[in-house]
T-cell receptor, first 113, second 111 residues
Framework: DTEVTQTPKHLVMGMTNKKSLKCEQHMGHRAMYWYKQKAKKPPELMFVYSYEKLSINESVPSRFSPECPNSSLLNLHLHALQPEDSALYLC????????????FGDGTRLSIL | SQQGEEDPQALSIQEGENATMNCSYKTSINNLQWYRQNSGRGLVHLILIRSNEREKHSGRLRVTLDTSKKSSSLLITASRAADTASYFCATLPDSWGKLQFGAGTQVVVTP
């Protein structure tokens, strides 16, 4: 069992839909991350939140919108996605954004029709 | 962009054998981390080695770091079928910033 919980595990959506991915951790970590991972590739960083403030946006298209409502929750709002956005989306957390080990959830497998 | 390059890309061994994989990187680092990813799961942190350390052990895992060669190795001793996974190295530049993952090594351990 992972200490970072992601929901849903699978999501299929059309290109015009709006959906959200959710991530929750109760380890008291103050840094949270969104990664995108394609098959047989390493994870690619999308966003970093540090103390509930967005600290890194890796030039991600605006159709992905992150939100950190509180220190335990991280959301990724999706709108008008493209087929190439189909991937595994991983959430991670660490004590702080200072290079400590990251704890990953099991991800949301997203398919865009 | 990817900082670490891993070698080999894939490794197939039998249970009980040792598995060694290598990671090379380009810029000076603060620390280097190894992660494991089982199929369909998230990454699991295995071990972190700081730039002033040369070797670290954790159970059946041994990690070495050679900052002069900008390389690290992960040794898994007495491998088990449950070690079948992808292994990624990740480096934190000494200028801080983001953790940068290598391309990964796929390890298959057959009974």
């Amino acid at each position: 069992d992972t200490e970072v919980t992601q929901t849903p595990k699978h999501l299929v959506m059309g290109m015009t839909n709006k959906k959200s991915l959710k991530c929750e951790q109760h380890m008291g970590h103050r840094a949270m991350y969104w990664y995108k991972q394609k098959a047989k590739k390493p994870p690619e960083l999308m966003f970093v939140y540090s103390y509930e403030k967005l600290s890194i946006n890796e030039s991600v298209p605006s159709r992905f919108s992150p939100e950190c409502p509180n220190s335990s929750l991280l959301n990724l709002h999706l709108h008008a996605l493209q087929p190439e956005d189909s991937a595994l989306y991983l959430c991670a957390s660490s004590q702080e954004d200072r290079g400590q080990p990251q704890h990953f959830g099991d991800g949301t497998r997203l398919s865009i029709l | 962009s990817q900082q670490g390059e891993e070698d080999p890309q894939a490794l197939s061994i039998q249970e009980g054998e040792n598995a060694t994989m290598n990671c090379s990187y380009k810029t000076s680092i603060n620390n280097l981390q190894w992660y494991r990813q089982n199929s369909g799961r998230g990454l699991v942190h295995l071990i972190l080695i700081r730039s002033n350390e040369r070797e670290k052990h954790s159970g059946r895992l041994r990690v070495t770091l050679d900052t002069s060669k900008k390389s690290s190795s992960l040794l898994i001793t007495a491998s088990r079928a449950a070690d079948t996974a992808s292994y990624f190295c990740a480096t934190l530049p000494d200028s801080w910033g983001k953790l940068q993952f290598g391309a990964g090594t796929q390890v298959v351990v057959t009974p």
